[in-house]
Nanobody, 129 residues
Framework: QVQLQESGPGLVLPSQTLSLTCTVS??????????WNWIRQSTGKGLEWMGAIHYDGTPYYSPSLKSRTSIFRDTSRNQFSLTITSVTPDAPAVYSC?????????????????????WGQGTPVTVSS
């Protein structure tokens, strides 16, 4: 059974870089045709798909975040990570990583999947001074 676990700082200073890592166990991030996603949830903005890295290592991003977001992987550690530069103060949000099945095809590029098969528990992050 695949398991995902988020990790990273719970507090980030404004203008700094937010960095999170998702550690995957029970399955390889390079095996199969999965996409490996980042999603955040907050009271003010609801649920937002941020982006993903696909099984072949190609990242895709939400258009609203593309300019300052990076998703990359470390296959030796079976991890994928998220960074957001130049963050601004905001209410706390819960960041989650998740796996979605069969990311093959153009229709899966740059768009959120229809469903997620596996989720991490989520980790709260606050941007504040």
């Amino acid at each position: 059974q695949v398991q995902l676990q988020e990790s990273g700082p719970g507090l980030v200073l404004p203008s700094q870089t937010l960095s999170l890592t998702c550690t995957v166990s029970g399955g390889s991030i390079t095996t199969g045709y999965y996409s490996w996603n980042w999603i955040r949830q907050s009271t003010g903005k609801g649920l937002e798909w941020m982006g993903a890295i696909h099984y072949d290592g190609t990242p895709y991003y939400s258009p609203s975040l593309k300019s300052r977001t990076s998703i990359f992987r470390d296959t030796s550690r079976n991890q994928f990570s998220l960074t957001i530069t130049s963050v601004t103060p905001d209410a706390p949000a819960v960041y989650s990583c998740a796996r979605a099945g069969d990311a093959r095809g153009r229709r899966h590029r740059g768009r959120p999947p229809a469903a997620f098969g596996s989720w991490g528990q989520g980790t709260p992050v606050t941007v504040s001074s």
